[in-house]
């Protein structure tokens, strides 16, 4: 279940790709390329921001 707002639904999202990628025995560091898929646009400069 995710938070409400775009920031806290970014945050988490996080949370669980580093948590997913630990488990692989892997990091964020290692993450060359992602894509975000918003519903709406206006929240773009609030996920990029997090």
């Known amino acids: 279940m995710f938070p409400e707002g775009i920031a806290k639904e970014t945050k988490q999202s996080l949370k669980n790709v580093k948590y997913i990628l630990e ?4 990091s964020m560091d290692a993450v060359i390329k992602t894509t975000v898929f918003l519903s709406d646009m206006n929240n773009f400069a609030a996920m990029i921001e997090v």
Request: proline share 0%; aromatic share 0%.
């Open 23 to 26: 488990k692989a025995e892997s």
